[in-house]
Nanobody, 121 residues
Framework: QVHMVESGGGLVQAGGSLRLSCAASGRTLCMGWFRQAPGKEREFVSTISWFGDSTGYADSVKGRFTISRDNGKNTVYLQMNSLKPEDTAVYYC?????????????????WGQGTQVTVSS
C-alpha cells in the first residue's frame, strides 16, 4: 500500500497562483491530479509518466497548470497559475502502476485525502 499526502492548498484571489505537492510513501509509475467541486463528480486535471516525458491536461487547465515530479522524493507537483473561481475544488493526487499516463480514475490504485483550493473572485 502506498500512502499519498497532499499539501499546498488554500485561499487565493482570481489570477493568483498556488503550488500543490503530493508525497508518496512508495514508487508509483503514473501520477495524476483530480479535483472535485461540491455537487460534482471527481474529474481529471493532469497526469505525468514515470520519467516525466509524457504529460496530459484537461482542456480547462491547459496552459495554466503544469505538472512535474521528483522521483527521488516520490513527489508530484501541480503548479497552478491564472487561477479562476471555477478552479475551486478539493484536489486529489493519485498514483498508479500503469505505464505512461492516464486520465482514467480506475487506473489509479492510491489516493490522497485531498487538499482544498478556493479561488475568490
Amino acid at each position: 500500500q502506498v500512502h499519498m499526502v497532499e499539501s499546498g492548498g488554500g485561499l487565493v484571489q482570481a489570477g493568483g497562483s498556488l503550488r500543490l505537492s503530493c508525497a508518496a510513501s512508495g514508487r508509483t509509475l503514473c501520477m495524476g491530479w483530480f479535483r472535485q467541486a461540491p455537487g460534482k463528480e471527481r474529474e481529471f486535471v493532469s497526469t505525468i509518466s514515470w520519467f516525466g516525458d509524457s504529460t496530459g491536461y484537461a482542456d480547462s487547465v491547459k496552459g495554466r497548470f503544469t505538472i512535474s515530479r521528483d522521483n527521488g522524493k516520490n513527489t508530484v507537483y501541480l503548479q497552478m497559475n491564472s487561477l479562476k473561481p471555477e478552479d475551486t475544488a478539493v484536489y486529489y493526487c493519485a498514483g498508479g502502476q500503469v505505464i505512461g499516463v492516464s486520465r482514467d480514475k480506475s487506473d489509479y490504485d492510491y489516493w490522497g485525502q485531498g487538499t482544498q483550493v478556493t479561488v475568490s473572485s
